[in-house]
């Protein structure tokens, strides 16, 4: 599966982005697909995932971030509200050969390349 993800800029503390994930090379209905980020200095982190058993959040980013799948387009959308400056990192796509998600970054099996979001105060 090859994984290319874009959307991201800079945008002002609580203001909205959409990140999309384009996938080719296997149908993303057949993946367990997942955002995790990573800002400086820091260790990757997830932040949502989807998959077959339903979609999932870490506490930091429940109520504002919301994650969804788009089967025809095979793509993975992240919309981003309530943006707070320590949302500020590269976030990446990943996708796992299973249906089941995870929020560990060493079980997923392919991941894009990041797109850098910056949140100013």
């Known amino acids: 599966v090859q994984l290319q993800a874009y959307g991201g800029g800079l945008v002002q503390a609580g203001g909205s982005l959409r990140l999309s ?4 090379g296997r149908r993303i209905s057949t993946v367990a697909m ?6 400086p200095g820091k260790d ?10 339903g979609k999932y ?13 788009d089967d025809d387009k095979n793509t993975m959308y992240l919309q981003m509200n ?3 400056p320590e949302d500020t990192a590269v976030y990446f796509c990943a996708a796992r ?3 089941i998600t995870s929020r560990v970054p060493n079980e997923y099996d392919f991941w894009g390349q990041g797109t850098l979001v910056t949140v100013s105060s």
């Open 21 to 24: 994930c384009a996938a080719s």
């Open 34 to 39: 997942g955002w995790f980020r990573q800002a």
């Open 44 to 53: 990757r982190e997830f932040a949502a995932a989807i998959g077959r058993l």
């Open 57 to 69: 959040y870490a506490d930091s980013v429940k109520g504002r971030f919301t994650i969804s799948r």
């Open 82 to 84: 309530g943006l707070e």
């Open 97 to 99: 050969r299973t249906t």
